[in-house]
């Protein structure tokens, strides 16, 4: 069979598209982004579910996806395996959409992803730390959170030296970008009280003991505040560079038999840690509860149930902290600003009503040396404005 030029060509070009077919590198489609607010929505995380959106049962390897936006930039993404099965459910990546608008990007295949892929400049971080008792540390580019395990509780129920008995969280100041959370550790190891003084990158000047730190949770009774002592297992699902997320597991607690499972999670970008509590009990509790402490009652305090924002502004040293939580206003049964001459027990109380034993809402923090906000007026507008990016998230359609 004799073939010319041009049906050579043809012929070549038939082979070339049939050979494409089943292989991820013909795989791409458009993502539309929307903001359905008068404010624009900067470097937001999207999270693309792979097993919801059918179109991915056509990727081979999701390690070869990759994400673009409308000038071709390439832009770092983060696989997260929720279950932790060996295989990822969720691809995320930032987003930035001007006001009442929409953006498209691309999610793609790339045979050489993993070299094409932009390294990070940033990153969130999360870990176990068996080295200062059992810790858990968690942090992004703005702000910083710990928590305390069963050592650090095993030590006061012996009554030994260097232990920590709450469930509270506890926050670390932060003036830098980078990590800390490995670095103060380590020199706080060597020199005990290390980060809790400030050598310029920040430091933990934040008093939790009994009280609920920022979003620790309780059970209000009786004018009495009962709640778990430290978290017993924890899980990490991923460390970054976009989303941090973990459990941790607090063994049963208080007469009604209560167990917790806290999924927290917390985004580049973000002074917010998010909080998926997982609730069981032997019977039905009243009052479940969410604080923030006052400390010694030298702060301000806003109460908005309406709207589902609890603030707190404090000086705490020579500079001021603003704590908040952001939380679904129809979970909110009420909400107080709670004072005693007890230790560690002033605080401002949400009592809630989680739907189907989960409760989800937001707690975070900023503070005055950080140069994010410059007044409690600025904490106040930056509480404002989370609160509406969560009631209404950026719409996503392929």
């Known amino acids: 069979m004799k073939l010319n030029l041009k049906n050579s060509i043809f012929f070549i070009g038939i082979l070339g598209l049939f050979s494409g077919f089943g292989s991820t590198a013909e795989f791409s489609r458009k993502i539309i982004i929307e903001n359905t607010l008068p404010f624009d929505r900067t470097a937001e995380i999207i999270s693309i579910d792979l097993h ?30 929720l279950n932790l099965d060996g295989r990822p459910d969720e691809l995320l990546f930032q987003a930035t959409v001007v006001a009442l608008s ?17 390294a990070p400049a ?43 008995l709450s469930s509270g969280i506890d926050i670390w100041l932060k003036k830098v970008n980078y990590p800390i959370i490995d670095s103060w550790y380590a020199k706080n190891s060597t020199a005990s009280g290390y980060y809790h003084i400030d050598h310029g990158e920040g430091y933990d000047p934040y008093h939790v003991g009994y009280s609920r730190g920022n979003g620790g949770t309780g059970i209000w009774e009786k004018d009495s505040l009962y709640t778990s002592k430290n978290f017993q297992k924890y899980k990490v699902i991923a460390k970054g560079p976009l989303r941090a997320v973990f ?19 917390l985004d580049l970008g973000s002074n917010f840690s998010k909080f998926e509590n997982s609730i069981s009990a032997a019977v039905k509790i009243p009052n479940y509860t969410l604080g923030i402490t006052l400390h010694q009652e030298k702060g301000t305090v806003l109460i908005d149930a309406k709207k589902g924002i609890f603030r707190h502004w404090e000086p705490i040293d020579d500079s001021f902290v603003g704590e908040g939580i952001l939380i679904d206003p129809k979970a909110v049964t009420k909400a107080f ?62």
Do not use: C, H, M
């Open 52 to 81: 919801k959106n059918k179109v991915f049962a056509l990727v081979k390897n999701y390690e070869d996806l990759l994400v673009k936006d409308e000038k071709g930039n390439l832009l770092v993404t983060q696989l997260i395996d």
């Open 102 to 118: 929409k953006t498209v990007y691309t999610v793609f295949t790339d045979a050489d992803a993993a070299k094409n892929r932009p």
């Open 122 to 164: 940033l990153t969130t971080y999360a870990r176990f730390v068996p080295e200062r008792i059992d810790d858990f540390a968690w942090e992004n580019d703005k702000v910083a959170f710990r928590t305390y395990g069963p050592e650090a509780q095993r030590l006061v129920d012996e009554k030994k030296a260097g232990g920590t």
């Open 247 to 265: 459990e941790l597991e607090y063994p049963e607690w208080s007469r009604y038999g209560v167990t917790e499972t806290k999924r927290i999670s």
């Open 337 to 398: 600003d709670y004072r005693t001459k007890a230790a560690d027990q002033s605080q401002i109380l949400i009592v809630t009503n989680p739907v189907n034993n989960i409760l989800i809402y937001y707690a975070g923090f900023a503070w005055l040396k950080s140069g994010q906000v410059k007044s409690a007026e600025e904490w106040d507008a930056l509480l404002e404005k989370q609160s509406k990016i969560i009631q209404n998230p950026l719409k996503v359609k392929l």
